[in-house]
């Protein structure tokens, strides 16, 4: 079976730019998560979806930050306008009931100059 | 709001030797997970912990938990390069201001020849 499936894997753009990160769960699951890394604040959690309806967003660190599930196969993360302080991997994960462990994806690595 | 540690975030050792890898959390949880990262990789699932007192073992890796003590080890019996990577525990918790998986920064774990 295929796995989570992030796109694009990695991304160099410029302050000030549109950054749009995209993530396909495993087929089935009905919990979303997505996930920021760095190397100074580790593995955050920004924000989850049940069943494409976003449950908390407290994670999220700016209105500059959205994300969205318009359907079960399918959600995107952007950042408008993107900063230097935005360049971290970002990985999208997804399981059953929210519960047990969580799939990752190959994560998407973001760099803003 | 929930913390997890871990200790010793960075382990260089030999090929042969043993260690363990500490993982304390700061709230009541029955789950926890254990995860290894190559660099530039995903996370990959170890080990999944769902009560008091479990123990897994796979190869040269063994994990338990103790949740009276909030606390749960990552055993490494004679180590082999191959294990070198980062490992990571996280916890699972709903409400109080964390949901789903809150993870520790990371063992980084270099085993030499």
């Known amino acids: 079976d295929a796995g989570v499936i992030q796109s694009p894997r990695h991304e160099v753009t410029e302050m000030g730019q549109e950054v749009t990160l995209r993530c396909k769960p495993i087929s089935g699951h009905d919990y979303l998560f997505w996930y920021r890394q760095t190397m100074m604040r580790g593995l955050e959690l920004l924000i989850y979806f049940n069943n494409n309806v976003p449950i908390d967003d407290s994670g999220m660190p700016e209105d500059r930050f959205s994300a969205k599930m318009p359907n079960a196969s399918f959600s995107t993360l952007k950042i408008q306008p993107s900063e230097p302080r935005d360049s971290a991997v970002y990985f999208c994960?997804?399981?059953?009931?929210?519960?047990?462990?969580?799939?990752f994806g190959e994560g998407s690595r973001l760099t803003v100059l | 709001e929930l913390k997890v540690e871990q200790n010793p975030l960075f382990l260089s050792m030999q090929e042969g030797k043993n260690y363990t890898i500490y993982c304390n959390y700061s709230?009541?949880?029955?789950?926890l997970y254990w995860y290894r990262q190559d660099p530039g990789k995903s996370l990959e699932s170890l080990f999944v912990?769902?009560?008091n007192g479990a123990v897994k073992q796979e190869g040269r890796l063994m994990a338990s938990l103790d949740t009276k003590a909030r606390l749960s080890t990552l055993h490494i019996t004679a180590a082999v390069h191959d294990l070198s990577a980062t490992y990571f525990c996280?916890?699972?918790?709903w409400g109080g201001g964390a949901d789903g998986l809150t993870f520790g920064k990371g063992t980084h774990l270099i085993i030499q020849p």
């Open positions: 994960a997804s399981n059953n009931r929210g519960t047990g462990e969580l799939f």
């Open positions: 709230t009541t949880s029955d789950r």
């Open positions: 912990l769902l009560s």
């Open positions: 996280a916890v699972e918790n």
